[in-house]
Nanobody, 127 residues
Framework: QVQLVESGGGLVQAGGSLSVSCAAS????????MGWFRQAPGKEREFVAV????????YYADSVKGRFTISRDRAKNTVYLQMNSLKAEDTAVYYC????????????????????WGQGTQVTVSS
């Protein structure tokens, strides 16, 4: 099991940028694939992005492709989500998640694919 703590959320104007981070504890962090999900008020939690345990492969939801970038620093046990060209519809609580599965991250976009979750960080985009 790995423990996850998100940080970096906040308020930003539409068109702006924001970066959120997820710090993980546990010696095996480097072997986990990491994902970001988000949940807007009144909506279900949805997939945003995932990165492989090596950091070499990443996939994104169509709604954020070209605007968001997921990355990881294995030495710092941290995964990042850089969000550019933010829109009001990006407003949500953003959750970090970890998966110990060895399947390709290409198929890793469901909530059930991830066994560890952070508490979330609020991102609000004003229009």
């Amino acid at each position: 099991q790995v423990q996850l703590v998100e940080s970096g959320g906040g308020l930003v104007q539409a068109g702006g940028s924001l970066s959120v981070s997820c710090a993980a504890s546990g010696r095996t962090f480097s072997s986990y694939s990491m994902g970001w999900f988000r949940q807007a008020p009144g909506k279900e939690r949805e997939f945003v992005a995932v990165i492989s345990w090596t950091g070499s492969t990443a996939y994104y939801a169509d709604s954020v492709k070209g605007r968001f970038t997921i990355s990881r620093d294995r030495a710092k046990n941290t995964v990042y989500l850089q969000m550019n060209s933010l829109k009001a519809e990006d407003t949500a609580v953003y959750y970090c998640a970890a998966s110990s599965a060895r399947s390709s991250v290409r198929y890793m976009s469901r909530i059930d694919d991830f066994g560890s979750w952070g508490q979330g960080t609020q991102v609000t985009v004003s229009s």
